[in-house]
């Protein structure tokens, strides 16, 4: 069994190790030293000064900066507030608009005004039918224009006619009969 001399000196050297362990890691301290000569002291407030001479500047400079542009904007803002008003005046306009237009183009109110109006729905309106007979094709010479005096400008070609020999249509040069006739067709329609 160890004596208590040597738990004593067993403790010591782990301190020891502890301390030294302790020392390798831990980074050293710097410590500013005062300049050892007058020349070094003056050199270092000379650097100091300067340091605190630009950073004034900087500052002042920045803040002349920002009261030009505020100074050149100071119209900005109340026309920005006054567009704003405009725009929710203009906002509250089209929903009182858009609220009109819907009452007023509603399918009752429709309905309500066409009838006042001498109009009438169409289940309840006549209706009236008539049969359309067969058509009839209009007369052509033989070289299959039209016989009717007018070319299709509009303008009389009966002068331009009378010059020349007219041949007289014979019934062999008119269209072919298109056979029995149709049935006749019929068209409703509807009178308002």
Excluded: C
Excluded at 5 to 23: C, G, H, K, V
Excluded at 151 to 174: K, L
């Amino acid at each position: 069994m160890p004596s208590e001399n040597d738990r004593q000196a067993q403790a010591r050297q782990t301190q020891a190790r502890q301390t030294q362990a302790r020392q390798t890691h831990t980074r050293p301290v710097h410590v500013r030293r005062a300049p050892a000569t007058p020349a070094q002291a003056e050199q270092v407030q000379a650097l100091w000064r300067a340091r605190a001479l630009r950073y004034v500047l900087i500052y002042l400079l920045m803040g002349s900066a920002l009261v030009t542009l505020r100074y050149q904007t100071r119209e900005v803002y109340p026309q920005l507030s006054a567009l704003r008003e405009t725009r929710t005046e203009l906002q509250r306009q089209q929903k009182e608009l858009s609220l009109k237009v819907q009452s007023l183009t509603g399918e009752q109110r429709v309905r309500d005004w066409a009838l006042a109006h001498g109009m009438m729905p169409y289940a309840q309106a006549t209706k009236q039918t008539r049969a359309f007979g067969p058509s009839v094709a209009p007369p052509t010479n033989s070289s299959g224009t039209d016989t009717s005096g007018t070319d299709t400008s509009g303008t009389d070609t009966s002068s331009a006619n009378s010059s020349s020999t007219v041949q007289p249509v014979s019934p062999s040069s008119q269209r072919p009969d298109p056979g029995p006739a149709l049935s006749p067709l019929t068209v409703r329609t509807v009178w308002r």
